[in-house]
DNA sequence: GAAGCTATTTCAATCGATTGCAGCCTTCTT
DNA sequence: AAGAAGGCTGCAATCGATTGAAATAGCTTC
């Protein structure tokens, strides 16, 4: 039985001696076929597992029931926590989903891009890679009125929806807990300049340090942002003649690495030094001691850029305005940090 | 310009005034072209952009260029190496991946598999979920022609290319190393019994005491996968008349827990007790005293079940034999185990 | 000048499914 | 008994691209 691979409207038509329109309009309910018709071709689709070409329809209706992810690494807890929140709810919204990741190259962006343009993807969502400093893959994705979402890594140079975290502010909230538990003198471990991420969190630091009126000091802030990195710069930090007393860093990889020298300096966490990552991952749960962190809400950024997508395809090319939603971050605090000394 | 929307070959063919087939054979290069049609017409695509319609080339040539994997968790650093590994093969291969995440439910692998099938994808990658007994959606798949590869979680029950880890050598080796460091009451957090990767984990910590002449001690098994509930476990077992002197979990998770909670009770790890996790994930690193572990190379299962599933495409159907290939894991020895004392 | 060649181009069918319209067959009406 | 109406079914075009076959134009040759 059904040796001849996948079976077609016209291998229906073809058993039963009836034209494939006959059966195509049975098979949707069309009033204008007799009922015993329609029985025999639904029994028939039945026994012979008929399963509609998603292709054909495709190409007929023009609408392919995909959307395309662009997403710089797979491999990060934050990103797998986001493509499970769009994966969730395009599944249930009858979408599929391909995904392309950059490895934070534009040349891989640029041809992830054009690649779901091809296959016809009815939407984009998408987290700038690292190097991305040209948009005009997404201009012309635009241009040919595919809706977009770009959620975290995202430009100001498009006109698009957008989905950030509040990383300045999540930042701030961690260094004024920091200053608020007793810490003066600050570090800061932080990405590479010109990623907004980044830079928005380096300037939540610098204006929680000034609104408290503490200077900001650039001998305390690093570029600086993996464990590896982490494991020297803290060393040269506590080996200053005024060591600081805090470390506030871009990632959570980075405090690990910042807690894992401080152990081994016998530095005491958090009574000496207290430490303050950045993401809530998985691993800011199994330090020792276990550390305090911004949460970023991976999972519902994933949700927010996804809905915002499905709500832009269902307005059909409606001129919605664009929308930039700002996910709240949170401050988790467990052990890496003191309790709170100062009331006000 | 570019008003229209997307250019396809008849608006090229409208614009230079010749036949729809005449621009497609010139955009290909057929020799029957002249030159200068050829120049026109490949001037004008550029001009216009135009880009060749992917789904109306995969419904003529019954080719998708795209494959399915059905995975449980993206959420998990094995998995999205895992994906990792298979993104970067299938792109340099020229596939897209349509990814479907089944969150451990057996109808959603259901269902993700048929809604694969419908979109026509060349070939499916996938790892069962905890929940799948049976099989009757991926035999239809096969029996469609489908190649399929399954790893990490596979069936003996279909027949089809396979990639796993070895399991129950990577769990002997750490048994092994535990008992050649002088411990000799080794514990063992397990994974829930049925499950293929936890059953033989447990094996191989099974074998490695016996062949060591050690007695398997049921009081030292618990069914615990978990952080939290290792946290619990580990303080039952070590309030022990006789506590165990080292601990073997089935996943680096589960060890953090126990890390943790042997800390908090000030037993010094690895002096008192060692500690062997399973996967080398991000965070084996991370914990105090850094977390031995075994490797699982998700990465390069990845790779392999890609290539297992390339091959298998290129063979066009020819009757290759099935390969169950088996990725070595590796003993990663950090700080929560003794150095080897026992040499011979 | 008609037949033959060659170089180009167009026609038409195809992939699988959908759908407005035409057409056929019944049956009812007058 | 002829014509109208209604119920079903089939025809053909369509989506975008490809490709073998057919057609056309231009040119040579005797």
């Given at each position: 039985m059904m040796a001849k691979g996948v079976v077609t409207i016209k291998d229906l038509a073809d058993e039963l001696g009836i034209a494939p329109s006959t059966v195509s309009k049975a098979l949707r309910n069309n009033p204008a076929i007799s009922?015993?018709?329609?029985?025999?071709?639904?029994?028939?689709?039945?026994?012979?597992?008929?399963?509609?070409n998603a292709i054909a329809?495709?190409?007929?209706?023009?609408?392919?029931?995909?959307?395309?992810?662009?997403?710089?690494?797979?491999?990060?807890?934050?990103?797998?926590?986001?493509?499970?929140?769009?994966?969730?709810l395009a599944y249930d919204a009858g979408y599929n989903m391909i995904i392309f990741q950059t490895n934070e190259s534009y040349n891989r962006e640029v041809i992830g891009v054009q690649t779901l343009l091809a296959s016809r993807v009815e939407g984009i969502l998408i987290s700038?890679?690292?190097?991305?400093?040209?948009?005009?893959?997404?201009?012309?994705?635009?241009?040919?009125?595919?809706p977009m979402v770009m959620f975290d890594r995202v430009t100001s140079d498009l006109e698009t929806?957008?989905?950030?975290?509040?990383?300045?502010h999540g930042a701030y909230?961690?260094?004024?807990?920091?200053?608020?538990t007793g810490c003066r003198r600050i570090s800061h471990l932080s990405g590479p300049p010109g990623l907004p991420i980044a830079d928005l969190r380096r300037m939540g630091y610098s204006d929680a340090l000034r609104d408290n009126n503490l200077e900001v000091n650039r001998d305390l802030i690093m570029y600086c942002d993996n464990f590896k990195q982490a494991r020297i710069r803290t060393k040269q930090l506590m080996n200053m003649t005024q060591p600081p007393d805090a470390f506030f860093t871009v990632n959570d990889l980075t405090a690990t690495g910042v807690i894992k020298?401080?152990?081994?300096?016998?530095?005491?966490?958090?009574?000496?030094?207290?430490?303050?990552?950045?993401?809530?991952?998985?691993?800011?749960?199994?330090?020792?001691?276990?550390?305090?962190?911004?949460?970023?809400?991976?999972?519902?950024?994933?949700?927010?850029?996804?809905?915002?997508?499905?709500?832009?395809?269902?307005?059909?090319?409606?001129?919605l305005p664009f929308i930039h939603h700002v996910i709240k971050s949170e401050l988790i605090l467990r052990d890496s940090t003191r309790i709170s000394i100062l009331s006000e």
């Open positions: 009922e015993e018709t329609r029985k025999k071709v639904n029994d028939l689709a039945r026994r012979m597992n008929y399963k509609p329809l495709s190409l007929r209706s023009n609408r392919t029931k995909t959307l395309g992810l662009v997403i710089p690494e797979i491999v990060h807890h934050f990103f797998s926590l986001v493509i499970a929140g769009i994966e969730d700038l890679s690292k190097e991305t400093r040209n948009y005009d893959h997404l201009r012309n994705a635009l241009d040919q009125g595919i929806d957008k989905v950030t975290v509040d990383d300045y909230m961690a260094v004024n807990h920091l200053i608020r020298s401080l152990l081994e300096l016998a530095i005491p966490i958090p009574q000496q030094v207290s430490v303050i990552g950045f993401s809530n991952d998985e691993l800011s749960q199994v330090t020792h001691p276990a550390l305090s962190t911004v949460d970023q809400h991976g999972y519902q950024i994933g949700q927010a850029s996804i809905q915002l997508l499905l709500d832009r395809l269902m307005a059909q090319g409606a001129a």
